[in-house]
C-alpha cells in the first residue's frame, strides 16, 4: 500500500486541480444537472483507463521516438478546446437552446486530445508503473487506481456546477457563467500551446 500512495496521491492532484475536464464537467452540472454530468465523468474514466493502459503498455515510447506526435496532440487538443469553449458558452439550463450536454463517447474520446490527460497518462506510465513485473496486470492496477481516484473528483466539481444552478436561473447571470467558463477553457487553450 506505501508504494502506492504516492500514485494515488498523483491521481489526486491531476484529477481534482482546474484543467478542461473539470471546467467542462462544472458547467455541465450547472447547466444539466447530475444527468447531464455523469455521462462525462464515466467518459472521462472510460477515455483515462484506456490511454492508461496504452501509455503503461508501451505507447510512451512513440512520444519518445517521434517528438512531433506530442506537439500535434497539444494543437489538436487546444482547437477541440476552443470547440468546447464555444459549446459551453451557448449551452442553456432551460432548455430552450439546442444546446446538449457533451456525451459519454465525446467525453471518452476528448481524452485523446486533452493535454491534461496526456500529461497525467505519461507520467503515471514512466514513474508509477512498476518495472519487471506482469505488465498487463501492473497496467490494470495503475487504471484502476487513477480511475478509483479520478471519479470522485470529477464528481465534486460536477457537484460544484450543480449547487450554484439555483443561481443561474436568471438567464444573465446563466450567460455570464458559460461565458466566463468558456474563457477559461479558452485561455487553457492559449497556455497548451505556449
Known amino acids: 500500500m506505501t508504494e502506492l500512495l504516492p500514485l494515488m496521491?498523483?491521481?489526486?492532484?491531476?484529477?481534482?486541480t482546474p484543467g478542461p475536464n473539470n471546467v467542462l464537467l462544472a458547467t455541465t452540472g450547472a447547466n444539466f444537472g447530475g444527468r447531464g454530468a455523469l455521462p462525462i465523468i464515466l467518459g472521462i474514466?472510460?477515455?483515462?483507463?484506456?490511454?492508461?493502459m496504452l501509455m503503461c503498455m508501451g505507447l510512451s515510447s512513440v512520444f519518445v521516438a517521434y517528438p512531433m506526435a506530442h506537439q500535434v496532440l497539444r494543437v489538436g487538443g487546444s482547437l477541440y478546446l476552443v470547440f468546447l469553449?464555444?459549446?459551453l458558452s451557448g449551452?442553456?439550463?432551460?432548455?430552450?437552446q439546442a444546446a446538449k450536454?457533451?456525451?459519454?463517447?465525446?467525453?471518452?474520446?476528448?481524452?485523446?486530445?486533452?493535454?491534461?490527460?496526456?500529461?497525467?497518462t505519461i507520467t503515471v506510465a514512466s514513474v508509477f508503473m512498476p518495472a519487471g513485473h506482469n505488465a498487463?496486470?501492473?497496467a490494470l492496477l495503475v487504471a484502476v487506481i487513477g480511475a478509483l481516484v479520478g471519479a470522485p473528483c470529477n464528481?465534486?466539481?460536477?457537484?460544484?456546477?450543480?449547487s450554484?444552478?439555483?443561481?443561474?436561473?436568471?438567464p444573465r447571470k446563466q450567460r455570464i457563467f458559460n461565458l466566463t467558463m468558456g474563457a477559461i477553457l479558452l485561455v487553457l487553450a492559449v497556455m497548451i500551446l505556449r
Open 164 to 170: 450554484i444552478r439555483h443561481v443561474l436561473q436568471d
Open 45 to 52: 474514466q472510460a477515455g483515462m483507463f484506456v490511454q492508461t
Open 85 to 87: 469553449a464555444w459549446k
Open 136 to 138: 498487463f496486470g501492473d
Open 9 to 16: 496521491s498523483y491521481c489526486l492532484v491531476m484529477s481534482a
Open 101 to 120: 450536454a457533451v456525451s459519454f463517447a465525446q467525453a471518452a474520446a476528448f481524452q485523446a486530445l486533452n493535454p491534461k490527460s496526456w500529461l497525467k
Open 91 to 96: 449551452a442553456s439550463a432551460g432548455g430552450t
Open 155 to 162: 464528481a465534486v466539481w460536477a457537484l460544484f456546477g450543480m
